[in-house]
């Protein structure tokens, strides 16, 4: 016989059901996913900035990088999100977070630290995105 459950047990595992949240890979690859769409938010809300950014970094035409990098982050965040070919929507979320970690280490000169607009911080979401491909 099973205990019983109150409604709000019930309903969060429901959520943890439809996310496939099970392990700790299946929490990475949910927030994986989750990360891309703040970005998404600044390239609708300061496409102009965007622009300039995708320039100095050398990515020509600005405005292909600026559409494939929209294109991409919606994807790739819904499929890391709900567990729709995982394992390939984190392998290519983990190629463009290089390309984003050298975009953004040539736009900086070389500075490390985030919050000088350094490298590390795609670099990390890279690696975990590739940690999700190895383990799905």
Sequence with gaps: MQPATS???TDVQAILDIFGLETGIDWLRVLCGLFLFPHL???FQSRAFVKGFFEQAGLKPPMFWLYAALAV???TGVCLIFDIYAERAAIVTGVFL???SW???RVSKGKWM???GGAEYPLF???CCFIVASAV
Aim: aromatic letters at 20%; zero cysteines; hydrophobic letters at 70%.
């Design 41 to 43: 938010v600044v390239k």
């Design 98 to 100: 290089l390309v984003a």
């Design 103 to 105: 975009a953004s280490w």
């Design 7 to 9: 409604a709000g047990e």
């Design 125 to 127: 979401w890279a690696l």
């Design 73 to 75: 982050e919606i994807v």
């Design 114 to 116: 985030w919050n000088f």
